[in-house]
């Protein structure tokens, strides 16, 4: 029987613990795991740089699968225009996603949907406010050493 960490609760059927991971707490079957990344991140669209950091996050998580991972960026280290959508999801572990078009200088949509983000995360998913998530099939994703 694996335990919860944050609630102190048994779950039979959640499976084996992961260390660190977070857990949605109606489903401990659904959890990710955020860690830091110890490498420069930038993220390009047709050559043009969007984001450069040194201070990405990586999401791994589970839950009806095991989905690709995720790399998130501080949003003060995103220099691409990003023009927020009225759209928004919810996801029982990490909150209200809100999702950005890439736009040109006057605002003319250059590419749809490229990127996502939760403004105002669950308690327990805090760690992703202020950054966001680029879709990998829209950019290309460089990872380099510090």
Known sequence: MATD???G?????SGAFVSGAIHNPAEPRHFMRVKPIARRIRIYRDGAVLADSARAL???????????????IPREDVTAMLRQKEQTT???LKGDA???DLVDDNGAPILRDIAWSYATPLPHADILAGFI????????IEESPL
């Open 5 to 7: 960490n944050r609630q």
């Open 9 to 13: 609760a048994a779950h039979p059927q």
């Open 58 to 72: 990586r999401l791994l998580e589970v839950g009806r699968d095991l989905y690709d991972p995720a790399v998130y």
């Open 90 to 92: 919810h996801c029982p």
């Open 98 to 100: 809100v999702y950005f």
């Open 133 to 140: 998530s680029f879709y990998p099939d829209k950019v290309s």
